[in-house]
C-alpha cells in the first residue's frame, strides 16, 4: 500500500463540501439540544405530575434508544404517514432531540444546585415567578453547564457520521463516496479521521479551560 498525495488534492474539494454540512448539522443540532433540553428540565419541575410523567417517559425512551435508529424512523417511517423532511433536516432534529435528553439532565443538576437561599430571597422580595427565573435561578444555573454542554457539543460532533446512512453527505459521506468511485479509500478516511482530531482536541482544550475559568 503506498500514499497517494494526488488522491488527496482530488478529495479536498469533496472534503470541503462535507465539512460544511457536518458544522452545519453541529451548530444547529446543538441549538436544538440546548433549547430543548431546558424545556424538558423545566417541564420536569411542573408541579403537576401529569406534565412531569409524560415528559420523563418520552425522555427516557429517546435516551435509551440508539441514535441510529431514530435516524431510520425519522426519515423511512415518517415519510409513511405523510410526514416528510430532507435528509439534513432528519438529521439535524434527530441529533438535537436525542441530545436534548441528556442536556436535560444537566440542567436539572444545575438548577437543583442553586442554593435554597436563592429561592427565599426571590420570594421575600415577593419576585414574579417569571422574573425569579430569569433573573436570578436561571443566569446562575446556565453558568454551571457551560462545560457540560461543551462536552456534548463535542460527543455530537463524533456522531455526525451516522448522518450518512440517511444520505446527508458530511465528511464521511463524501469520503465514502470519493473512494467508492475512485477505488481510493485511505486517503480520503485518513484525511477525515485527521480533521475530526483537529476539531475535537482543540475543543476539548478550550472546553478545559473554560471549566476551570468558571470554578474560580
Do not use: C
Not at 435561578?137 to 462545560?147: G, K, M, T, Y
Not at 457540560?148 to 457520521?161: Q, R
Amino acid at each position: 500500500m503506498t500514499w497517494d498525495w494526488s488522491a488527496v488534492g482530488d478529495f479536498m474539494p469533496h472534503f470541503w463540501d462535507g465539512l460544511l454540512v457536518t458544522l452545519q448539522a453541529l451548530v444547529l443540532g446543538s441549538l436544538i439540544s440546548f433549547v430543548l433540553g431546558l424545556v424538558w428540565a423545566l417541564l420536569m419541575r411542573a408541579p403537576t405530575r401529569w406534565v412531569r410523567w409524560p415528559v420523563g417517559v418520552v425522555t427516557e425512551f429517546i435516551r435509551n434508544t440508539p441514535l441510529l435508529v431514530q435516524l431510520f424512523f425519522l426519515f423511512y417511517v415518517l415519510p409513511e404517514w405523510d410526514i416528510t423532511f430532507s435528509a439534513m433536516t432528519t438529521g439535524v432534529v434527530a441529533i438535537g432531540l436525542h441530545y436534548s435528553t441528556y442536556t436535560m439532565q444537566v440542567y436539572r443538576a444545575s438548577i437543583e444546585g442553586v442554593p435554597a437561599g436563592q429561592w427565599e430571597a426571590a420570594t421575600a422580595l415577593n419576585l414574579p415567578l417569571t422574573r425569579t427565573w430569569t433573573a436570578v435561578i436561571l443566569p446562575q444555573a446556565i453558568r454551571r453547564v457551560v462545560p457540560a454542554l461543551g462536552n456534548y457539543v463535542i460527543s455530537m460532533l463524533k456522531d455526525t457520521p451516522m448522518l450518512m446512512a440517511i444520505t446527508v453527505l458530511d465528511m464521511l459521506g463524501e469520503a465514502r463516496l470519493f473512494a467508492q468511485q475512485n477505488f481510493q479509500f485511505t486517503e480520503p478516511l485518513t484525511v477525515i479521521g485527521v480533521a475530526f482530531i483537529l476539531i475535537s482536541y482543540p475543543a476539548s482544550l478550550l472546553m478545559r479551560a473554560l471549566e476551570r475559568r468558571l470554578v474560580r
